[in-house]
């Protein structure tokens, strides 16, 4: 059974361990390979566009006699032998989602979590909250854990919490319903409110 660390107020390993479900064992890392490859394509900027032979202008004349030149014949200025003329098999805008069942997305999530926990690097807090709003303290928090990168989980965003860690180059807070399971595995360690985690082992 996987284990997360608890942490106490001070950002301090407390001595008691939170127990995830046994549902969270044994689940095929193909689940999450699949909601990757998922949410990778949706996000896809999809603008590369090049013009083929309808799209280019002119080309409204044929460009010499069909017999007695000598020439293979041409029909428009257009045709992609031409320079200038018309892109053949070019990029265009095309659909790049790719649907994934919802019991394969909470399967990934799952999964993501169950292997960060595994790694000892999924951590959980009461609350996370910096009230002077300053990159210093927020950083003292980070340090404390030993961390290279954190994904940091709160239940509702503070905007002075925000602001603090907003500046730390290696940190990435978020909000509940923001948490997906390519930010859970892209990230080497996950700090999460309890609140958040105990509604998300009820969910999945």
């Not at 979590?113 to 009461?126: L, N, P, R, Y």
């Not at 180059?169 to 990230?187: R, T």
């Amino acid at each position: 059974m996987s284990k997360i660390i608890t942490l106490t107020k001070s950002f301090a390993k407390s001595k008691t361990v939170y127990d995830l479900p046994e549902s969270f064992d044994g689940i095929n890392q193909h689940n999450l390979y699949l909601y990757v490859k998922s949410y990778l394509s949706g996000i896809r900027a999809n603008t590369a566009l090049t013009k083929n032979r309808s799209a280019v202008r002119g080309g409204g004349k044929k460009p010499w006699a069909q017999k007695g030149g000598g020439r293979a014949r041409a029909g428009s200025k257009r045709s992609p032998i031409f320079v200038g003329g018309g892109q053949a098999f070019g990029s265009t805008k095309r659909n790049y989602e790719q649907k994934i069942n919802k019991k394969q997305k909470f399967l990934a999530l799952k999964y993501a979590i169950s292997e960060q926990a595994k790694k000892s690097a999924f951590f959980a807090i009461d609350k996370i909250s910096v009230e002077s709003g300053k990159t210093k303290d927020a950083r003292k928090i980070f340090d404390k854990l030993n961390q290279r990168d954190l994904l940091i989980v709160v239940e509702n965003l503070e905007e002075k919490t925000y602001l603090a860690f907003r500046n730390i180059q290696k940190c990435y807070m978020i909000e509940k319903q923001e948490l997906n399971a390519y930010l859970i595995a892209a990230y080497r360690s996950v700090l999460m409110e309890k609140s958040v985690l105990d509604s998300l082992t009820k969910e999945v």
